[in-house]
């Protein structure tokens, strides 16, 4: 495929050297401010970067830059029709408004917190941990996140994702608290919280807790190459199920429409 990347931050690297091992051209990188990107424009010119894109002759979009700069991207995009891949976090809030524009525009959009197979792999494992646990009065749960510290969200994407995956299974709790306790919990609320440290690429913690013993259930990346090869492979599978039918233009997508093996 011919990529387009938007945003050539650490993410944007990373999809480089991802997309090229993987026999693709990255026909142009645009960012409003590292050096080395092939296109430099000013943020919110929302022109300037679809003409970089048509300009680029794209036929595949991978979209990661931060979340005040990604709801403005896509606007900008999505009338391209060019299949694109988001991997920007902090607009959950917004997946309706960003569905309805895809049906209104024609364009195609597919997004996931997070793109390593492992941690998809993580929710599964959460749901049935969660499950079991919901059997036992005794245990309590919380889950918790570690990211590098110039990471602009909190909690994770991915946190809140697997927080939704437990919640699922774990009928006690139906409630997420994401900031500080000024008193004790109540029972129905799950503590979600987030640490910023360092380069740490991303460490989610799920705990199941009771007098007996403790349950923890990890997942650590160790380094971005996860999250830019899935990223690749979903855009992959976006344009070619497009082309053989399997899915349709003109809306937006997840990981269970892409990678059906892991759901
Ligand atoms: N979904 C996943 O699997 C996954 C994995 C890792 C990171 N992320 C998310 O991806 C995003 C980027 O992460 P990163 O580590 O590459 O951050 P980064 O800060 O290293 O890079 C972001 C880049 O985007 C650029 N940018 C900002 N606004 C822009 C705009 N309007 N147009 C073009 N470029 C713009 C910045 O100048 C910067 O170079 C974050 O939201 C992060 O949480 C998601």
Not at 3 to 25: D, N, R, T
Not at 96 to 113: D, H, Q, R, Y
Not at 234 to 249: I, P, Q, R, V
Request: glycine share 8%; charged share 20%.
């Amino acid at each position: 495929m011919k990529i387009a990347l938007v945003g050539y931050g650490k993410m944007g690297h990373m999809l480089e050297q991802s997309a090229l091992a993987f026999g693709h051209s990255v026909v142009s990188t645009i960012d409003v401010f590292v050096p080395d990107a092939k296109v430099k424009i000013s943020a919110g010119d929302s022109k300037a970067l679809a003409d970089a894109v048509v300009s680029s002759g794209a036929d595949g979009i991978i979209e990661f830059t931060h979340p005040s700069s990604v709801l403005e991207n896509i606007k900008a995009l999505l009338p391209l029709k060019i299949p694109m891949v988001v991997g920007t976090t902090g607009w959950n809030d917004k997946k309706e408004e960003v569905a309805s524009l895809a049906a209104k525009c024609g364009g195609t959009i597919m997004t996931s917190a997070n793109f390593s197979i492992g941690v998809n792999i993580l929710y599964k494992i959460v749901e049935d941990a969660a499950r079991l646990a919901n059997k036992f009065s005794e245990y309590d749960a919380a889950i918790w996140e570690m990211h590098h510290n110039q990471k602009a969200d909190s909690p994770s994407g991915t946190a809140l994702e697997i927080a939704n995956h437990l919640l699922s299974e774990f009928k006690r709790k139906n409630s997420i608290v994401t900031n500080e306790f000024k008193e004790k919990p109540l029972p129905n609320q799950l503590h979600v919280s987030s640490t910023r440290c360092g380069t740490v690429p991303g460490t989610h913690k799920v705990f199941f807790d009771c007098e007996a013993d403790t349950i923890e259930i990890a997942h650590t990346a160790r380094s971005r190459k996860g999250f830019a090869n899935g990223a690749v492979h979903a855009l992959e599978n976006l344009s070619s199920m497009l082309k053989e039918g399997k899915l349709k233009s003109g809306a937006l997508y997840g990981m269970n429409d892409i990678f059906p093996e892991l759901f």
